[in-house]
């Protein structure tokens, strides 16, 4: 199999032998878990990388980086964290329930913000901060795809985006847009940075996500019980 057939984009979240069968599980595997933890972390780090480049964020970070901003007295680690305890409240009137995926989430990404930008080195040349924010965007392609097909219940956002399509019945795409637009408008408003980074992430980060899913859909072909008597 050559390198194109390999990371040809997935069309859905596989399901994998590392993946609990239920998503509100309270006891999944130990390796579920860590892989769900590591997944979490390279979510963070390539969000951290992101940051650090300097050249645009996240729609979500800037939301967390105006807040911080704002505030004054928070890290955007810490205004991450804010910002997806507040999301999860949102879950209430849409009846979404949270699993151990989504609280994992919450804390493990804004942690690894909170630790990371302060020591990530300040790129010195144009070139740096374009590679900074690649690699950010590959290592968040990598850990949406770990953490999403450990199945153990959806992050914050990703959790209000599906609820809001389930209950409206607006297309999920409108919906995604919807909030990703609303979100970096209001960040930007509060100060948060917008730029070449914002745009290669926007442009860039499906069809990564969706390759890093393929290629742990061929990691993960191997059967569950198969491992499991291993």
Not at 85 to 107: R, S
Not at 199 to 228: H, K, N
Request: hydrophobic share 50%; proline share 7%; charged share 10%.
């Amino acid at each position: 199999m050559g390198l194109a057939e390999f990371i040809r984009p997935a069309k859905k979240v596989p399901t994998v032998w590392w993946s609990s069968s239920d998503p509100m599980s309270l006891r999944p595997r130990p390796y579920t878990i860590a892989i769900l933890v590591l997944g979490e972390f390279l979510f963070g780090l390539g969000d951290s990388l992101l940051i650090a480049a300097g050249i645009g964020n996240t729609p979500w970070t800037v939301l967390a980086q105006g807040i911080s901003n704002s505030v004054g007295a928070w890290s955007i680690g810490e205004a991450t964290f804010f910002v997806s305890v507040a999301v999860m409240f949102l879950w209430i009137p849409i009846k979404e329930i949270p699993g151990i995926g989504t609280i994992l989430n919450a804390i493990i990404i804004a942690l690894t913000i909170h630790v990371m930008v302060p020591i990530l080195p300040e790129p010195q040349t144009t070139a740096s901060s374009f590679l900074m924010a690649s690699s950010g965007i590959i290592l968040v392609g990598i850990g949406s795809a770990m953490y999403l097909t450990a199945n153990l219940g959806p992050g914050p956002r990703d959790g209000w985006m599906t609820g809001i399509q389930r209950v409206s019945g607006i297309p999920i795409g409108r919906v995604r847009i919807t909030i990703e637009v609303s979100v970096l408008i209001v960040g930007f408003a509060l100060g948060g940075t917008v730029g070449l980074g914002t745009v290669m992430f926007a442009l860039a980060i499906g069809p990564v996500v969706a390759s890093c899913l393929a290629v742990a859909e061929r990691i993960g072909s191997q059967d569950r019980t198969d491992f499991d008597s291993q």
